[in-house]
């Protein structure tokens, strides 16, 4: 279904919320409003491939529909679970529907529930997509500390999000690049102003430096930027 959600002016443009309207059309706007959305989520199906362990959970933390899980479950290895977790009972039900569809090797369940205060058991692959921007700044730290405790050596945490920068030319030009990127997707200056207008209290982004420092600092050994396009981005971060 096509993301029309904000085509026609709204008198007050309220919070963006994860409602059964935004999962009806969600992989519509997400495919029009992610640079290199597709990508990311093929990869992580390598990144299964390379660093799923036997006994092992594999972790979509804010699983929305489910496509990072579904990744992983057509790549992971045997013995082992793919578990999705997303507070959004409208994702949920609807990502369960999905997945219900396929066939998979490895058992798949997808829970409804927050991430911020869920308990993880011990995974090999855990995977981030585009939620930690709307997780409570003061929330991150902690919940990449869980996710640090919770893999077992060897284990990786992918993480992609919407980044901002310190360097303004740069933050203008990808800011640019990115209206250039949602309109040649078919969305008006209509939608992008209202969408960017309920979005302005709810996704709080930061700097990559920033987050590869709270990686650093919640025990992972490892981390670096493994795919960029515009102001979106994926981190790669490995537990020792």
């Known amino acids: 279904m096509r993301d029309n959600i904000f085509a026609t002016k709204q008198e007050r443009v309220g919070d963006f919320v994860f409602d059964e309207t935004v999962a009806s059309v969600f992989p519509d706007m997400i495919r029009r409003s992610v640079p290199g959305y597709p990508s990311i989520v093929s990869a992580v199906g390598m990144l299964t491939r390379r660093y799923a362990q036997e006994n092992t959970c594999l972790y979509d933390l804010g699983s929305s529909l489910g496509a990072c899980a579904m990744e992983m479950a057509g790549n992971a290895p045997d013995n082992t679970r793919v578990i999705g977790i997303d507070c959004s009972a409208a994702m949920v039900q609807r990502s369960r529907e999905i997945i219900s569809s396929y066939k998979y090797r490895v058992p798949v369940e997808i829970i409804q529930d927050d991430i911020a205060s869920c308990s993880l058991e011990p995974a090999s692959v855990v995977v981030m997509n585009f939620v930690l921007q709307f997780i ?93 396009c515009f102001n979106f981005g994926s981190i790669l971060a490995v537990k020792e």
Do not use: C
């Open 136 to 228: 409570a700044p003061e929330q991150r730290l902690p919940l990449l500390e869980k996710i640090s405790r919770s893999l077992v050596p060897g284990g990786v945490l992918v993480l992609s999000e919407k980044f901002s920068f310190t360097d303004s030319f740069m933050m203008q030009a990808l800011t640019d690049l990115h209206l250039d990127f949602k309109k040649a997707n078919g969305y008006s200056d209509l939608e992008i102003s209202q969408k960017r207008a309920s979005l302005e209290n709810v996704m709080i982004t930061e700097s990559p430096a920033k987050r590869l420092r709270d990686l650093e600092l919640s025990g992972f050994s490892h981390a670096g930027l493994w795919f960029q």
